[in-house]
């Protein structure tokens, strides 16, 4: 396993005991298992194979170290061994200096973009109505663009515009919080 | 919409392979090329992680990631917990498949190995709270009664409402749409959805996207209907709701009041609590009242007035859905008259009451609406006829119903009462069953005088004659159930202000 060249020394506080912690970060870990790329409906089973090692190694975790940098590498490992399990790599087929990268970041990221991702309620309402369904179809319903641009009519590359715009405009939006305008 | 762009976005070309990635159509080229920029340019590396975070919140808000479990991420999230003080009662939801046995297996090896872990936490999260009755057009999208519902999982709703209810005593009700997290039963997300309360166990923490409430002993809704804005109301006790972006910043409301954040400020403006807007409760009594106007109606809606949820009509005949309910209920009589305090919420159910005069005297109109509405046309008095109650009791898990019924004499100012028994009063309230047709009488609800109130109940604002709660002994469970009053006969007056029906469990 490469390493992650992360920091452990900002810890989370001597205080904290270790079922704590880690019902703490369930969120974190979840959100970094997605962003690595396990598909949605795996990210539990990894969730729970992260949770379990980390449970069953919780006499290597020191007290006062960052937990969460230390999560973040039993997470990265164990999503190695699932997409070795079933023999393919990850979604994006991302080399592991990038999904290194990738866990650094989201450590780094998550709590500011959680706080981000609370104003994507307000920005999703300020969406007008066909670019909300558009959204919904994309998201929920797990169109794929040449579908969605042949029942509306449009060109692929049309809608594949159109899907990128209504996201960079989401993206743009919790950035600068105008949902609250 | 304007908006302000953020500093430091990567290359064009990279934004738009990142748009390729999350749209599921990136070349091997397109991985190639991320693989060798993540690690040379910072600014790509956490673009490409916001827009990842963003897509998969996306992708939860909108259901992507559990279509094939609509109700509930029923998956464990199996984490150390500390083990509860408290025995939790009733029954564990049961888990299938291949993940759960294989976990299970797991655990018992981990157990077995020296049950290190036994004394910090349970491999399995502890139930938190039952699901004790739900309510909605169809119930697919709602988790059965029964279910517990364990600590970190998460209620998502496409409609519908389920009331949940802890070991020690808190109650919950949640509608959707929306999106409850069950941290623990102490701690609840409500990212999007309504979300009535009442707590009699321990105390409760809940977390919004615009700040964190604290209950202080009471019974309150929170609406985040809205993305944009979060409204409190408190019916009893109180709340404290901190601001989520500067945690010394906070407001209490007390019973009566709400709280509505909204806006670029977070200061709430406070307002009175509306109980309308709430499933408060699904198994709680349902209220059917007549009123005087609009006014009247939304005033009595608004409050949980005897600790019912009330349905209001302002019609002399008319029919209607109970509000958030599966009873229908179709009324006739002659006429609506308004008398005696109407102070409170619990006055002004009584205030307005609706009256049996013959229907072919001076309300001619009246036999005819009634028999539109396949009401019996008996030519006076008044009839109601409650029907679906027993899509209502498999609702919320009851067994039956009982039915009180609030009356209300009117002036009396030309009234003698005290030569005429007390029991004569008010007309006797005869219960049909309807269910199967023809209508058997299943018995008689008679105003005995330690029924009687005063006109001024119950908070003492004047007025004239009598006012009177009574009801049935026994417990209906009847799937129709007809209710008649006879024709005034002086001097026992013949009106119905409201009705309640109690379930019985």
């Known amino acids: ?181 | 919409m304007k908006m302000t762009h953020r500093p430091q976005l990567p290359e064009r070309d990279f934004i738009d392979l990142v748009e390729r990635v999350l749209n599921h159509e990136a070349s091997l080229d397109d991985i190639a090329h991320l693989n060798a920029v993540l690690p040379q340019d910072p600014s790509a590396l956490r673009y490409f992680v916001e827009m990842r975070m963003l897509h998969d919140s996306l992708e939860d808000r909108m259901g992507a990631a559990s279509r094939e479990l609509d109700s509930i991420e029923g998956r464990l999230i199996e984490f150390p917990v500390r083990p509860r003080a408290h025995a939790v009662v009733g029954s564990i939801p049961a888990k299938t498949g291949w993940t759960w046995r294989r976990w299970a297996a797991a655990a018992v090896v981990l157990l077995a190995a020296g049950g290190a872990f036994w004394g910090g936490y349970r491999l399995l999260h502890p139930p938190a709270f039952e699901v004790v009755a739900r309510n909605g057009t169809g119930f697919s999208a709602v988790p059965p009664q029964g279910e517990w519902i364990r600590e970190g999982q998460r209620l998502k709703l496409t409609h519908g409402a389920v009331e949940l209810r802890s070991a020690d005593g808190n109650s919950l009700t949640f509608e959707g749409p929306g999106e409850l997290t069950v941290h623990n039963r102490e701690r609840l997300i409500l990212g999007s959805g309504l979300l009535w309360a009442e707590l009699e166990g321990g105390p409760l923490r809940i977390r919004v996207p615009r700040g964190e409430i604290t209950d202080l002993g009471t019974t309150f809704g929170i609406d985040q209907s809205s993305g944009t804005s979060t409204r409190i109301d408190v019916f009893d006790g109180g709340v404290r709701f901190s601001d989520s972006a500067d945690t010394t910043r906070s407001v209490e409301a007390k019973k009566g009041e709400s709280l509505i954040s909204s806006g670029s400020d977070w200061t709430p403006e406070r307002g009175k609590a509306d109980a309308a807007r709430y499933t408060s409760g699904i198994r709680r009594p349902l209220g059917f009242s007549f009123a005087a106007d609009d006014s009247e109606a939304a005033r009595i809606r608004s409050s949980l007035a005897f600790g019912a949820r009330w349905t209001t009509v302002t019609t002399p005949a008319g029919a209607a859905e109970m509000h958030n309910s599966p009873v229908h209920v179709a009324w006739a009589g002659s006429h609506l008259f308004s008398t005696g305090a109407s102070g409170s919420p619990e006055a002004a159910v009584l205030h307005t009451h609706h009256c049996g005069f013959p229907w072919q005297k001076d309300f001619h109109t009246r036999s005819g609406e009634a028999r539109a509405l396949g009401l019996p046309d008996s030519g006076g008095g008044i009839v109601l006829r409650f029907s679906n109650l027993a899509s209502w009791l498999d609702q919320i898990g009851a067994r039956g119903y009982r039915v009180m019924l609030y009356r209300n004499t009117g002036p009396g100012e030309d009234f003698d009462w005290t030569p005429v028994a007390e029991s004569s009063w008010f007309q006797p309230v005869s219960a049909y069953s309807e269910d199967p047709s023809p209508a058997t009488l299943l018995g008689k609800m008679t105003c005995q005088p330690e029924d009687h109130r005063p006109a001024d109940f119950p908070d003492g604002t004047g007025g004239k004659g009598y006012r009177a709660a009574h009801g049935s002994e026994e417990t209906f469970a009847v799937d129709v159930l007809t209710l008649t009053v006879p024709v005034l006969e002086h001097p026992a007056r013949s009106n119905i202000a409201a009705v309640v029906l109690h379930p019985v469990f």
């Not at chain 1, 060249?5 to 810890?11: A, E, H, I, P, Y």
């Not at chain 1, 005991?17 to 990210?43: M, N």
């Not at chain 1, 670019?131 to 579908?147: T, V």
């Open chain 1, 1 to 181: 396993m490469t390493g992650m060249n992360l920091d452990f020394s900002d810890g989370l506080g001597e205080g904290n005991c270790f079922h704590e912690l880690l019902e703490c970060e369930q969120g974190f870990l979840r959100a970094l298992i997605r962003t690595i790329g396990i598909p949605g409906p795996d990210v539990d089973d990894v969730l729970q194979d992260a949770n379990l090692y980390l449970v069953a190694n919780q006499s290597k975790f020191l007290p006062g170290t960052h937990f969460r940098a230390w999560a973040a590498q039993v997470v990265r490992f164990r999503t190695l061994s699932y997409f070795r399990a079933r023999k393919r790599r990850p979604t994006v087929n991302l080399s592991e200096q990038a999904l290194d990268l990738i866990a650094g970041e989201v450590v780094r990221q998550f709590d500011q973009q959680q706080a981000r991702l609370d104003r994507l309620p307000g920005c999703l309402e300020k969406l007008p109505e066909e670019q909300r369904q558009l959204m919904f179809s994309f998201y929920r319903d797990g169109e794929s663009l040449k579908k969605l641009a042949r029942t509306r009519g449009c060109s692929h590359a049309a809608m594949r515009k159109t899907v990128s715009r209504i996201r960079q405009w989401l993206e743009a939006c919790i950035e600068s919080g105008i949902e609250d305008e």
